[in-house]
């Protein structure tokens, strides 16, 4: 089956390098397109898509990595004259589990199949293929593909209907903002009681507060580095899609503590110009909390 990847950024491009080097991808489309012809470059055995129509003409598995609902919703437009029956389209973005369902509801009517199948494993676990994956939609669909997914994820999850898939992705960004909370606050703690970093990331690390996070960004959040990763505008935006799913399920003004706090923080970060850093920009506010600056 032709097989595309559309956007390749922090982690769509290491996830179609990963399909390419396992001879399983054709065609990549990406909207700057330097990126598509870098990729081509590097991986010469796949082509750059001339248009999003051409690709969706041309490919019965499409995989979809782009920022945010809008911009899912306005590349299925484009692709949507195009699209042949029996297509599949498997989206790894992280959308709110409503767009999901109304994107499957309107490709199901012409014969498409769509599957939310949000990631959880940064950057690294992109490019070591070790991703772990939660999919809404059909399983049938689902089962067709699962030898391609084996290249790009290390734990494929069935959840249920369509908009399952974002629904946990949900719980997983609600459990990455309270571990960013813990870890940034933990470690400008220990700078603060001027311990050595290194031995603390290192023994704490091993012990029963040992996290991915600690693991992946402790040491570089310490030393002031905060390259993405994960951006700090793209947790912003998964953490308000989080608070309009608790809006749905709980009655009245109920919040949650974690992602309401969070959403501030990062909003603070965004102002200070720092929302394409890394989430761990966050230790930024919590060296201030011991120092009068
Ligand atoms: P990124 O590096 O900012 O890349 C975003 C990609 O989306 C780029 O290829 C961008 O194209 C494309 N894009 C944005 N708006 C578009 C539009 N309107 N039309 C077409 N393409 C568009 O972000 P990322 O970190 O790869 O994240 C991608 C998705 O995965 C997000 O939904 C994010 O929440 C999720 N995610 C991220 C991580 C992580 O650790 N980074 C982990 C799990 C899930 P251009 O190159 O032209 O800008």
């Not at 309270?178 to 603390?200: H, P, R, T």
């Amino acid at each position: 089956m032709n097989t595309a990847f559309i956007g390749l950024g922090a982690m769509g491009q290491p996830m179609a390098a990963k399909l390419a080097g396992a001879g399983c991808l054709q065609q990549v489309w990406n909207r700057s397109s330097e990126k598509a012809a870098a990729f081509v470059a590097a991986n010469p055995t796949v082509a750059m898509a001339p248009s999003l129509a051409e690709l969706a003409q041309h490919n019965q598995l499409i995989f979809t990595c782009v920022s945010a609902d809008d911009d899912l919703c306005e590349v299925i437009e484009v692709m949507l004259p195009t699209l042949q029956k029996g297509t599949i389209i498997i989206d790894t973005s992280t959308v709110s589990a409503t767009t999901s369902r109304d994107l499957a509801a309107t490709l199901s009517d012409i014969g498409v199949h769509f599957l939310d199948a949000p990631v959880s494993g940064g950057v690294e676990g992109a490019i070591n293929g070790s991703l772990s994956m939660m999919v809404g939609g059909s399983e049938d669909v689902l089962d067709k593909i699962r030898p391609t997914l084996q290249h790009i994820s290390a734990r494929v999850v069935y959840m249920g209907p369509s908009g399952s898939g974002q629904s946990t992705k949900a719980v997983n960004q609600i459990m990455a903002a309270g571990i960013n909370q813990a870890v940034s606050e933990a470690l400008a703690f220990a700078e603060a009681a001027d311990l050595d970093m290194e031995k603390v990331i290192e023994v704490v690390g091993g012990g029963a507060a040992a996290n991915w996070f600690l693991q992946h960004r402790g040491a570089t959040m310490t030393q002031q580095q905060f390259d993405p990763g994960f951006k700090v505008a793209l947790h912003h935006k998964d953490l308000g899609l989080c608070k309009a799913m608790m809006e749905s399920l709980a009655d009245g003004d109920k919040a949650l503590p974690i992602v309401e706090m969070t959403l501030l923080h990062y909003q603070r970060l965004m102002d200070e110009g720092y929302a394409e850093e890394d989430i761990s920009s966050l230790f930024r506010l919590k060296r201030r909390l011991f120092s009068d600056d």
